[in-house]
């Protein structure tokens, strides 16, 4: 009897030791999966205002793009301003983002990409190249990068665009 009561007891401490040791070493096999969301801001040109062409166009150091994700009742469960680099490329890690019903709040359904300030003051009106002025949807490119312990799903909204506010009613 003695003996199964220290049985009994040695599997309870070997149980909460690893326990505890997990909460501060994750099991090698457990990976950490990431959404992301990427995009290029642009300064659109003149000629091509009105339309979704991005010839002519120019990058835009540090603009800021809003992400907001909605849940399938529409309420907004994600919201975050990313800025850009120095090329205009945003690369923006939706930290803290959670899909509440797989299907119907999945990334693709219930985020959007929104370009909300320019860093050039010449080039600050917002433009609506892939639908920007309400959201830009994420477009699917099986695009992601892996690690041993580190997943990321990239997701595609842009090219974004503002346009000069100086545009003569001509190329309209």
């Known amino acids: 009897m003695a003996l199964r009561q220290f049985s009994i007891l040695s ?3 070997v149980a909460f ?9 994750p099991h090698a096999t457990e990976k950490k999966i990431e959404v992301v969301v990427e995009a ?3 300064c659109q040109s003149c000629e091509h205002f009105g339309t979704w062409s991005m010839i002519g166009a120019k990058p835009i150091p540090s603009a800021k793009v809003s992400v907001t994700c909605k849940t ?6 994600y919201y975050k301003v990313f800025e850009t680099d120095k090329n205009g490329y945003l ?7 959670k899909i509440q019903h797989y299907i119907l709040d999945h990334p693709l359904q219930s985020c959007v990409a929104k370009p909300v300030w320019s860093s050039l003051e010449s080039c600050s009106l917002l433009s609506n190249v892939n639908y920007g002025l309400n959201g830009a949807p994420l477009r699917y490119e099986d695009k992601k990068l892996k690690g041993s312990r580190y997943e990321a ?5 842009g090219p974004l665009a ?3 506010s100086n545009c003569s009613q001509t190329h309209y």
């Open 162 to 164: 503002f346009r000069p």
């Open 153 to 157: 799903i990239i997701y595609a909204a």
């Open 11 to 13: 599997l309870l401490i």
């Open 17 to 25: 030791t690893y326990t505890k040791a997990s909460e501060h070493y």
């Open 91 to 97: 690369y923006a890690p939706l930290k803290g983002f």
């Open 40 to 42: 290029t801001v642009y």
């Open 72 to 77: 399938h009742k529409g309420q907004v469960s």
